[in-house]
T-cell receptor, first 116, second 114 residues
Framework: DAKTTQPPSMDCAEGRAANLPCNHSTISGNEYVYWYRQIHSQGPQYIIHGLKNNETNEMASLIITEDRKSSTLILPHATLRDTAVYYCIVRVAGMNYGGSQGNLIFGKGTKLSVKP | NAGVTQTPKFQVLKTGQSMTLQCAQDMNHEYMSWYRQDPGMGLRLIHYSVGAGITDQGEVPNGYNVSRSTTEDFPLRLLSAAPSQTSVYFC?????????????FGPGTRLTVL
């Protein structure tokens, strides 16, 4: 089962910031928080990931709480093309997966609708 | 680089038929995996491989076989198709080296079993 909890859907006005929350209260110390998104009918696309510090790249920002039990993905200026299902995933990352620790376990995600 | 490629894009089978879904990557990635996605659901892991000659089962492996004879290719075989295997299938790959090993997904194969 997915280790994360996300709202099933959210709306955002075009040009405004989209803040997508994720709860991962059982996260372990060696697990990272990853965000992927899936635009209709396409394969999922990596957005960003982090361990405990806030992260920013050209697509988004990731804010992780100090206790690491929740995080927020921020799309600073949402466009219509950002309409997608957003998945928050926790996983172990690193060399020698060995077992299933490195696999991505997808939940149902949050369907973000960006409206004009 | 072509990235992760999947063939075919669409396929219709009759119950009991067999087929192979192809997946290839040209990024020299060690880790490859297969997911299926049913309508309104997230992706579920079928099988994965951490390198050539090494495969393991995911969450929903029944009815599917895989092999990994080369780094580049990771085919998924349906031995005897059933209507319950109607789904969209995604292949993914990643370097597998460290925490930056983000996974790259193919465009998907849409399979219908009648």
């Amino acid at each position: 089962d997915a280790k994360t909890t996300q709202p099933p859907s959210m709306d955002c006005a075009e040009g405004r910031a989209a803040n997508l929350p994720c709860n991962h209260s059982t996260i372990s110390g060696n697990e990272y928080v990853y965000w992927y998104r899936q635009i209709h009918s396409q394969g999922p696309q990596y957005i960003i990931h982090g361990l405990k510090n806030n992260e920013t790249n050209e697509m988004a920002s990731l804010i992780i709480t100090e206790d690491r039990k929740s995080s927020t993905l921020i799309l600073p200026h949402a466009t219509l093309r950002d309409t997608a299902v957003y998945y928050c995933i926790v996983r172990v990352a690193g060399m020698n997966y060995g077992g299933s620790q490195g696999n991505l376990i997808f939940g149902k995600g949050t369907k973000l609708s960006v409206k004009p | 680089n072509a990235g992760v490629t999947q063939t075919p894009k669409f396929q219709v089978l009759k119950t009991g038929q067999s087929m192979t879904l192809q997946c290839a990557q040209d990024m020299n990635h060690e880790y490859m995996s297969w997911y299926r996605q049913d309508p309104g659901m997230g992706l579920r892991l079928i099988h994965y491989s951490v390198g050539a000659g090494i495969t393991d089962q995911g969450e929903v492996p029944n009815g599917y076989n895989v092999s990994r004879s080369t780094t580049e290719d990771f085919p998924l075989r349906l031995l005897s198709a059933a209507p319950s295997q109607t789904s969209v299938y995604f292949c993914a790959s990643s370097y597998g080296g460290d925490h930056t090993d983000t996974q790259y997904f193919g465009p998907g194969t849409r399979l219908t079993v009648l």
